[in-house]
């Protein structure tokens, strides 16, 4: 390995973050280098974790490597990088790390207890995912008809009775939410846009690292019990 910099880091970030990432990037003015992989791989945790470890092994020669992923569906449990700190934040996915307020001091511990039952949640990274609701529900309409159709749909989409349109602050609402209107119509849900934040992403990109995250040093293994401790 060739000598570190010890100040040099990278991120891998998931595309269904772009807006947001983008957006503290510029807030920041970070010149960090990112990493992107494709939005949809969440619905395919076993190829996104070998995805994250080539990525986590190609990188040895840096300081720290910064993942925008939390839980992820068990997609990152069983991580980790041989020379490298990896930096994780501590939530279980995207939609815990984006539903915070951002009036809050970036500086103090979050709750996270923010998602609540029943709630379907979109950002734009998400309306753009090829799997996603209102694509989804025309699919399941087009293949099995009007009747049937909308008995798959109640099974698949009973337990939600809001669809929640998340402002980031990161991108335009206007068709966002014209989107989510779509989806409860299709669906007969309601639909309210509220509050959310990217302080989490701002606070992995400049190195304020509390106890919002997991800071595994080299050759440590990432596994549930650190999502669950605190203040490590």
């Not at 839980?71 to 984006?98: A, M, Y």
């Not at 934040?197 to 440590?220: A, Q, R």
């Amino acid at each position: 390995m060739r000598n570190v910099d010890k100040g040099e880091r990278i991120v891998i970030s998931c595309g269904m973050l772009a807006d947001e990432l983008k957006s503290v990037y510029e807030q920041t003015n970070s010149s960090l280098h990112v990493i992107w992989i494709r939005r949809g791989m969440h619905n395919f945790p076993a190829d996104l974790k070998k995805t994250l470890q080539r990525l986590i092994n190609e990188n040895q020669d840096k300081e720290a490597i910064l993942l925008t992923f939390g839980l992820c569906g068990n997609s990152t449990l069983g991580i980790t990088s041989e020379h490298t700190k990896l930096v994780i934040p501590r939530f279980h996915d995207c939609i815990h790390q984006l539903l915070l307020d951002n009036s809050r001091n970036q500086n103090t511990s979050l709750e996270k207890n923010q998602v609540s039952v029943g709630h379907y949640y979109l950002t734009r990274g998400w309306t753009l995912d090829r799997e996603e609701i209102y694509q989804q529900s025309r699919f399941i309409l087009q293949k099995y008809g009007e009747n049937m159709g909308r008995e798959i749909l109640g099974k698949l989409y009973e337990n939600y009775d809001e669809i929640n349109v998340i402002d980031t602050g990161a991108y335009s609402l206007e068709n966002v939410e014209e989107h989510a209107k779509k989806c409860g119509s299709l669906l007969n849900k309601n639909v309210k846009t509220i509050p959310g934040s990217t302080i989490i992403l701002k606070k992995l990109l400049t190195g304020n690292w509390d106890e919002d995250f997991i800071v595994l040093n080299p050759k440590e293994i990432l596994c549930r019990a650190h999502f669950y401790s605190r203040g490590q």
